[in-house]
């Protein structure tokens, strides 16, 4: 079975006449008969007339804004997409180093309970010997790394 | 009021008298390809969504796109391409978004600003016209609005919708006597 024509050789005629308005009063006959004839021409005929009404009319009813204003707001957005680009791969340090200080400080944890279970009696005695300057070390082991965290958090 | 450029015409522009051959477009090149071309991405984002509101929305996303994308563009035709590429990808995806909104919705105030300089009954056709293209689905109305009212080759319009250029002729034909009956234009029967 032969397969129906899906175009014409004298579609871009057809459609060159419509769009430079030539048609159907300026064009030569062979083209008017055969566009007649050609149910493709026909279509394009049919339509292209519309499409050029169309687009004219789309053209005039746009309100487009300025060139300069999307250029800079494109050049903002671009600016701010890319220092949030900058912050991610801090962010990823971060909390890969929370998790990481988390996971030591269980085992630390882990480590001193054993300890502490096991030497139970030692460190009960060496608390009431020593009680004040392990209780004024401690707090400067804790207190001191976060007042630095914080004054260079300010800064 | 000159019109703007048709991708054939385009083609024949020259880049390199035109200075537009750098990969991240400086504010001048910028703004003269926005004026080349954005009244023409504008109507053809309208007539695909059917939605001007969104056509203005989806106008500036394309240039900010295009813009931060800075691919290399052979010339002219091929920067409008991807141009049109941009356009009809987002499109597509506020197509999905927002579920279908009636098409018809952006006829109205359309016809109403052009009919007080009515010629030879412009409105009316118009009218038709934005109703046949209601009836018909996105792809059909792009790849026709590519081909008719920006003068697309057929390889060009299977680039810019993603589509293989072997089947190209047969759907724009589809599409092509679908409008016309829907426009009330009867075949030509041989």
Redesign the interface.
Do not use: N, P, S, V
């Given at each position: 079975m032969r397969r129906k024509p899906v175009e014409c050789e004298y579609e871009t005629q057809a459609l060159a006449a419509v769009l430079e308005a030539r048609w159907p009063a300026a064009v030569d006959k062979v083209l008017r008969e055969h566009v007649l004839r050609c149910p493709i021409c026909a279509n394009v005929v049919a339509i292209a007339d519309s499409f050029a009404i169309a687009r004219q009319h789309s053209h005039a009813s746009a309100a487009l804004p300025d060139a300069s204003r999307v250029f800079w707001m494109a050049q903002l957005r671009a600016r701010r997409e890319a220092a949030q680009d900058a912050a991610r791969p801090i962010l990823a340090t971060q909390i890969a180093t929370f998790a990481w200080a988390i996971g030591l400080l269980i085992v630390c944890l882990g480590v001193a309970l054993s300890w502490f279970q096991s030497s139970r009696g030692w460190v009960e005695s060496l608390l009431l010997a020593h009680g004040v300057l392990i209780a004024l070390a401690t707090a400067l082991v804790v207190l001191l790394p976060t007042a630095a965290y914080f004054a260079m958090g300010k800064e | 009021?000159s019109?703007?450029l048709t991708f054939t015409e385009l083609s024949r522009v020259d880049v390199t008298t035109s200075g537009c051959t750098e990969l991240v477009m400086d504010?001048e090149t910028?703004?003269a390809f926005?004026?080349r071309t954005?009244?023409?991405i504008?109507?053809y984002l309208?007539?695909v969504t059917g939605d001007r509101q969104l056509a203005?929305e989806l106008?500036?996303e394309t240039?900010?796109r295009f813009?931060?994308a800075a691919n290399s563009h052979e010339n002219e035709t091929h920067r409008r391409n991807s141009l049109y590429q941009i356009a009809t990808n987002l499109a597509r995806d506020a197509r999905r978004r927002q579920a279908a909104r009636p098409f018809a919705d952006c006829a109205g105030d359309?016809i109403e600003?052009?009919a007080a300089n009515d010629t030879a009954g412009?409105s009316e056709?118009?009218t038709?016209?934005?109703r046949?293209?209601a009836e018909l689905k996105p792809r059909e109305r792009a790849m026709?609005?590519l081909a008719?009212?920006e003068g697309a080759t057929h390889r060009e319009i299977a680039a810019t919708l993603g589509l293989g250029e072997g089947s190209m002729?047969?759907m724009?034909?589809r599409a092509?006597?679908k409008?016309?009956i829907l426009?009330g234009?009867k075949?030509?029967?041989?």
């Open positions: - | 009021m019109r703007d504010e910028f703004r926005y004026d954005a009244r023409g504008w109507a309208a007539r203005d106008l500036q240039f900010y813009l931060r359309e600003r052009i412009a056709r118009l038709d016209f934005t046949a293209m026709l609005w008719y009212a002729k047969t724009l034909f092509r006597r409008l016309a426009l234009r075949e030509i029967k041989r």
